[in-house]
């Protein structure tokens, strides 16, 4: 059977299985289906077990095929979905002060939310955005939004929809152009946020829709930043949270908190350090821990189960690996040989 | 004059961006403005660049019949819908419950979403084939690694939970994130920083001309 015959059989079994996934939860069957702890434990039991018998495998001299890997984290991302087992999430002093600076905002405080990535970023970023969103709108906190990518303005909407859909905050019967508004993408990067502090209406002269800016009631006396209050920038890259740092909080001087995807947040630490920014949400752990704090139970602490099963298989197959290499670098020297 | 106007251009627009962040008053002010804004302007012509140069190299892959020149057509169809279903629209496409947002939302945020989390399992490949501590540096970036992978999930302290909490590993990847990790960023920061200054002096004093095509 040639490779691509392979390929395609896999294709179509993945395909079925999604189908009837799909299918299953459209149906609400899907609904309740958890294993109990118990059954959760002994799952995990078996597929830790599998992985020492891989370990065996690679000490004997047989490194197992990548695809075996691919399925390994498949089922460590996939399973964990259906699991009950319960994990503690500690707050990071990061995540700490940036949820202390917004608790700080007195009622009718205005914030800028930058939406800056796009659907690639969004497993990580946006459960941040929509705690952050219900956040607001619960504590009557006034919504800005923007982009310098340009989906994020899109992601925003997104964001937006999921908040609304709360009881809560569907109750206060927010308005558009009262309590949040969406003026939508701009290009030019850092450029965009050095004009917006002189003249936000420079770089956005109507709202995504249209909307001429001065007939939005909620920045008609927003000019620049020193009308905004909190700045909150959600981030995958460039342009993000070191151009807003480098411009908005070095020149302007606004508070800036940051939602980073994992890999950018380290970046960013050096500006925590200095003080430039008041706090950092990094990956889906920092968008979990935001969740714990603002009390709103989202993705990120729904997934953060999957995430702890994939670092542990990423890290089993980096230990078995290099236990193999020792053991046979050793090998090599040994004198026997 | 193909090269003397673009230098022209980059020597004042350099010099003016750089004044004006120490005396921000008339004229750097003023000047500063016009240029964002052109910056903006020029920008959002890249883009269109952009779009063109991408549909034009797909068509001649189409035409040419090259490597994987089926994928070429995947990308010349999807532009066109979702460019006539948002044109379609007109000024409200992207509201909820239109057609380029169910678009947005079903077709482009998962296939996207789709590509990026297939790294995962790279990731997961390539550090079983390749991350070995072959040497004195490899081992201290396994370990710091080991520590912060286990440690930014919650898995870390159930399975340090034991011990205190200022050796748990959460706090041990918080301390090599806040420490030995910003140190190093700065460090490159600093690097890059100082590499950007002389490389932007060089090209807004016009020392700098490879930008500009056709050698030298």
New interface residues.
């Given amino acids: 059977m040639s490779t691509r015959t392979k390929e395609l059989i896999v294709l179509s079994i993945v395909t079925v299985f999604c189908i009837i996934v799909y299918w299953f939860k459209a149906t609400g069957r899907m609904h309740g289906f958890q294993f109990s702890t118990g059954m959760s434990i002994v799952v995990s039991a078996l597929i830790f077990l599998s992985l020492v018998v891989v370990l065996i495998l690679t000490l004997k001299g047989r490194?197992?095929g990548?695809r075996l890997?691919?399925l390994?984290?498949?089922i460590g991302?996939s399973l964990p979905f259906f699991m009950s087992i319960t994990?503690?999430?500690?707050i990071?002093?990061e995540v700490q002060t940036l949820y202390d600076g917004l608790a700080e905002l007195p009622t009718g405080s205005k914030v800028l939310v930058a939406f800056d990535y796009?659907?690639?970023?969004?497993?990580e970023l946006q459960p941040m955005a929509e705690s952050l969103l219900r956040y607001c709108f619960n504590n009557d906190l006034k919504v800005v939004v923007m982009g310098l990518w340009?989906q994020g303005?899109?992601q925003a909407?997104?964001a937006i929809?999921a908040a609304m859909r709360d009881e809560s905050i569907a109750s206060k019967n927010l308005q558009y152009g009262v309590d949040w508004v969406n003026l939508g993408f701009?290009?030019?990067?850092e450029?965009?946020i050095?004009?917006m502090g002189?003249e936000f209406k420079?770089?956005f002269p109507t709202d995504?829709?249209?909307r001429p800016y001065d007939e939005l009631e909620l920045v008609q006396n927003v000019h620049n930043f020193s009308n905004i209050d909190y700045v909150f920038n959600l981030s995958a890259g460039f342009p993000g949270t070191i151009e807003w740092v480098q411009v908005a909080v070095d020149r302007y001087g606004v508070k800036l908190g940051a939602g980073n995807t994992?890999v950018q947040a380290?970046?960013c630490?050096?500006y925590l350090?200095s003080g430039q920014l008041i706090g950092i949400l990094?990956?889906m752990?920092g968008a979990a821990e935001f969740e714990l704090l603002t009390g709103f139970t989202g993705k990120g602490t729904k997934f953060?189960l999957s995430?702890?099963?994939?670092?542990?298989?990423?890290?089993s197959?980096?230990l078995?690996?290099?236990v193999a290499?020792?053991i046979d670098r050793r090998k090599k020297k040994s004198p026997i040989r | 004059m193909r090269r003397e106007i673009p230098l022209f251009i980059t020597g004042v627009v350099g010099i003016v961006f750089v004044l004006q962040y120490f005396i921000p008053h008339f004229p750097f002010n003023k000047m500063n403005a016009w240029f964002s804004d052109w910056f903006s302007i020029v920008q959002a012509c890249a883009i269109w660049l952009g779009v063109l140069n991408l549909l034009k190299i797909s068509f001649q892959n189409i035409g040419r019949r090259k490597d994987d020149w089926g994928y070429a057509i995947v990308i010349v169809v999807s532009f066109l819908a979702i460019s006539i279903v948002g044109f379609a629209e007109g000024e409200a496409f992207r509201d909820s419950g239109t057609s380029f947002t169910w678009l947005y939302d079903y077709i482009y945020t998962p296939l996207s979403s789709s590509m990026f989390a297939i790294l995962a399992f790279f990731v997961a490949s390539a550090s079983y084939r390749a991350f070995r501590a072959r040497n004195f540096e490899a081992t201290l970036l396994l370990l710091a690694a080991f520590f912060v992978m286990l440690g930014r999930v919650p898995i870390g302290d159930v399975l340090t939970s034991f011990m205190p909490d200022q050796l748990q590993l959460s706090s041990l990847a918080t301390w090599i994130m806040n420490f030995p990790q910003t140190a190093g960023q700065r460090a490159i920061m600093i690097g890059i920083a100082l590499g950007i200054v002389s490389t932007s002096l060089r090209i807004i004093l016009g020392v700098e001309r490879s930008h500009l095509g056709g050698g030298d």
């Fill in positions: 490194l197992i990548r890997v691919f390994y984290v498949a991302v994990q503690e999430i500690k990071s002093p796009d659907p690639p970023s969004a497993p340009p303005p899109q909407n997104m929809e701009q290009s030019g990067n450029f965009v050095q004009r002189s420079s770089m995504y829709a249209g994992a380290p970046q630490y050096p350090r990094g990956g752990n953060m995430q702890s099963f994939a670092h542990m298989i990423v890290l197959f980096i078995i690996g290099n290499f020792i």
